[in-house]
């Protein structure tokens, strides 16, 4: 008598075994994330110039370029050639996955912001807006490439703490200005991180 599984046992005999399944590549999340942060670098000035130009003097003299104004909750991008050359994937990753996440949540503050000091400009609205959006998105891609390369994800953390709400137009204008002017530098070493991570990782 004929067992009526019969086939079905044979195929599980002819069927390799199921393999575990294969590591995810970074050369793909790479590639999403410099896309990315290459895109939004050519956003960035833009964002700036629209930011001041709708500030009032001195914000929108020519020339205004205020490097010695920082904030103590957003890490600043500038940092020399030898110290970054010298991070390893990890350190590269995380601090601008630090840097990006703190970037959303200020960027959120100076929408807020903006939404009181020029209520009437939906055009930097939007484009505060956009910003954060893309900010967002990169940290994702992030995320992505540090599970693919093994690396432990930094926990997201409140980056503003407490936020003095009586804070003057002109030092919200200024908090405006830091925050959109380090979007740019740290976008602009995204794309320089993200480059040497693209030709250590090739597709």
Known sequence: MSCPLAPLCLLSLL?????????ISPAEPISQAYN???YMQKNTSTLLQTYLQYQGSPFSDPGFSAPELQL???P???VS???WHALDDGERLSRAQGAFLALTQHLQLVGDDQSSLNPGNPILLAQLGAARLR???LLS???AIMTALGLPIPPEEDTLGLVPFGSSAFERKCRGYIVTREYGHWTDRAVRDLALLKAKYPA
């Open 72 to 74: 103590s909750s957003l």
């Open 36 to 38: 990315l942060a290459f």
């Open 81 to 83: 050639f030898k110290t």
């Open 135 to 137: 900010a967002q998105g």
């Open 76 to 78: 600043p991008a500038v």
């Open 141 to 143: 891609n992030m995320a």
């Open 15 to 23: 069927l390799p075994p199921l393999s575990p399944a294969a590591p």
